[in-house]
């Protein structure tokens, strides 16, 4: 991901379970409506042929709007699927290995809930940005909330790009926007029955 501008982008996760008879037609619906900078592949499942296949039906719909998709966690597909990088959910334990692994051109994310620490040794090893989360109360079972403070501290200090994440609301959005680069956006609309809705009305103050 290049470094964002002042306006944060949007960067689309996908549901945890897709169904490929319709989804990628939803998600082409949606990237054909709304600028996004980058699509996550995040799946519950662990089934291999299944992360594979939805993977292809995504990179397809993606790469023909010239929007990068990443896969949450499974750094030894990305290759394999043709995709442009790897989201890591566990700080900055793994980006090191994983960079080595999979190149300096892919994309290598790294999930730092509300660690400034972590995301600070997510970026000294090598991370392309650094996603905070959740940012609303009650979504992890510690407790844990990155607050605005963390961000506007980032913004000001930390060059590398940054991810908002988890329990967005349009309140949450508003208060965000002049403090991150990036805002990940998935469970909050899947859910709804016109997503594309409810991401405009999610991110409405932008």
């Given amino acids: 991901m290049a470094d964002a501008p002042e306006q944060p982008q949007l960067y689309l996760i996908t549901p945890p379970e897709v169904e490929l008879s319709s989804f990628p037609g939803r998600l082409a619906a949606l990237l054909d409506a709304v600028e996004i900078a980058c699509l996550r592949l995040s799946l519950a499942t662990r089934d291999e042929d299944r992360i594979a296949r939805a993977a292809d039906a995504c990179r397809e719909v993606a790469h023909a709007r010239d929007v990068p998709l990443v896969i949450d966690s ?44 972590d995301g600070m040794s997510a970026g000294e090893a090598g991370a392309d940005y650094i996603a905070f989360g959740p940012v609303a109360a009650g979504l992890t079972g510690a407790g844990e909330v990155a607050e605005a403070d963390l961000f506007a501290w980032w913004s000001q200090m930390i060059e590398l790009p940054v991810v908002a994440e988890g329990g967005l609301t349009p309140e949450v959005v508003e208060a965000l926007a002049p403090v991150t680069d990036f805002f990940a956006i998935g469970e909050e ?9 409810a991401l405009k009305a999610l991110t409405v103050a932008l």
Wanted: with cysteine.
């Fill in 74 to 117: 499974h750094f030894l597909m990305v290759e394999r699927l043709g995709l442009d990088g790897v989201h890591l959910s566990d700080g900055a334990r793994s980006v090191r290995k994983v960079r080595k692994e999979i190149g300096a051109e892919a994309v290598v994310g790294a999930w730092c809930c509300a660690s400034q620490h």
């Fill in 189 to 197: 609309i899947w859910g709804a029955e016109d997503p594309l809705g």
